[in-house]
């Protein structure tokens, strides 16, 4: 056997400089910045995802998702993958071909559910609001009564308007119908009021770089008693490998057999992050995120800036500002980032050129960061 050396192409070798990125104070709709305890957290010397020590971490973060999520439900982990990679889950697991879905669709990610549904083979049905309004439980109840669909999914916090979804009565118009409820709190989950077991939500999903201020790629997902129930009786396999809960849950139930090789520090960032917000309590988090953002609304509103959805209906982590006449949104986009190294960003869809989206979530939900952003507001506006 000839042990040479082959002759290596190099034309693709470059030489790079280390990494030296600048201090952005992120204020968008996500990610957001993280603290000093979740990056120590996420340098952790790395152990086996197998480690006995990392089984022992794994229990802890799934009981305090269930926390967070105010839910009992034993189905709850972290999905290996961004927080579009649990929404997909819950779709993929959930949904066999001829399913009858109805979403609502009132922002971008109602209609990602649409499109996920639609390739796992749902008969996939809508109704319609306008970017930045919400349901009424009796749209939604008839809704309900004329389509009969097996899943109903919601927005709980529409990342593209600012608007948060009112839960009241839904869940149990759900169970008179026989109806699993799915619910998106990717930009709610640790930063508003959310409680699974009380609203009867089936299936959720979150992301963890928003409100729960880790790094994005890793994704909480919960299935409760029903939705494990439709995931026992499929008639076909699921039809994502990768996002197989019957594969995946053998991992994070009691067997903790090899499915995946677990990104073993991401899930070291996640239960840093979760035990910061069970250190600080659910109640006084709420309220820190909703003091916040209302300064935020009378700040805005005081240099002229008017907001994109109803006080009812806002959330306290994701503001939708209008832009001002006359003023370009992408201009300011930028004159934030140049000269305070603040990120904000615009809007897509029929708010493009519209709306400023801007963030004060989990770590980032703060006084100071709200006085500077007002602050580099108003003076982006003068030197337009």
């Keep these: 056997m000839d042990h040479r050396i082959p002759v290596v ?44 020590k990392f089984i022992e971490l794994m229990n802890e973060t799934q009981e305090l998702l269930r926390y967070v999520w105010q839910t009992d439900n034993k189905f709850t982990i972290p999905v290996s993958g961004t927080g579009s990679a649990a929404m997909e889950a819950t779709l993929a697991n959930c949904v066999e071909p001829g399913d009858v879905v109805l979403i609502g669709v009132n922002g971008y990610f109602g209609d990602r559910l649409c499109d996920m549904a639609l390739r796992y083979g ?17 749209e939604i109840g008839e809704a309900i009564e004329q389509h009969r669909p097996v899943i109903l999914g919601l927005i709980h916090a529409e990342t593209a308007t600012g608007a948060m979804q009112p839960m009241d009565r839904i869940g149990k118009l759900c169970r008179e119908f026989d109806c699993l409820l799915l619910l998106d709190t990717v930009t709610s989950l640790g930063g508003a009021p959310v409680f699974l077991d009380r609203w009867h939500v089936d299936m959720a999903y979150s992301g963890s770089q928003k409100c729960i201020s880790c ?63 069970a250190e600080e309590g659910l109640e006084h988090r709420w309220e820190r995120h909703l003091r916040n953002a209302k300064a935020l609304w009378e700040g805005l ?41 603040i990120e904000i960003s615009g809007a897509f869809g029929p708010l493009a050129g519209k709306v400023w989206r801007i963030g004060l979530m989990g770590h980032n939900s703060r006084k100071e960061n709200v006085v500077l952003l007002l602050a580099a507001i108003k003076d982006a506006l003068e030197a337009a």
């Design 122 to 138: 749902a008969d996939v049905r809508r109704i319609h609001k306008a970017w930045g309004d919400v349901f009424t439980p009796d």
């Design 301 to 341: 509103e005081e240099i002229g800036i008017g907001l994109h959805v109803d006080e009812e209906y806002r959330l306290p982590s994701l503001t939708a500002a209008l832009v001002p006449d006359g003023v370009d949104a992408k201009a300011v986009i930028g004159y934030l980032l140049k000269n305070y190294n």
């Design 215 to 277: 790094p994005p790629g890793i994704a909480p997902l919960t299935l409760g008693p029903r939705a494990i129930e439709k995931l026992n009786r499929r008639k076909t396999k699921v039809a994502n490998w990768y996002l197989d809960m019957t594969l995946v849950g053998k991992y994070w139930g009691a067997e903790r057999t090899y499915h995946h090789t677990a990104p073993v520090n991401m899930n070291f960032a996640l239960r840093e992050a979760l035990r910061i917000i």
């Design 9 to 52: 192409d190099n034309k693709h070798r470059i030489t790079t400089t280390q990494l030296d990125l600048p201090p952005r104070l992120l204020l968008g709709p996500g990610p957001s910045n993280y603290c000093n305890r979740v990056r120590l957290a996420l340098s952790t010397n790395e152990i086996g995802h197998l480690d006995p």
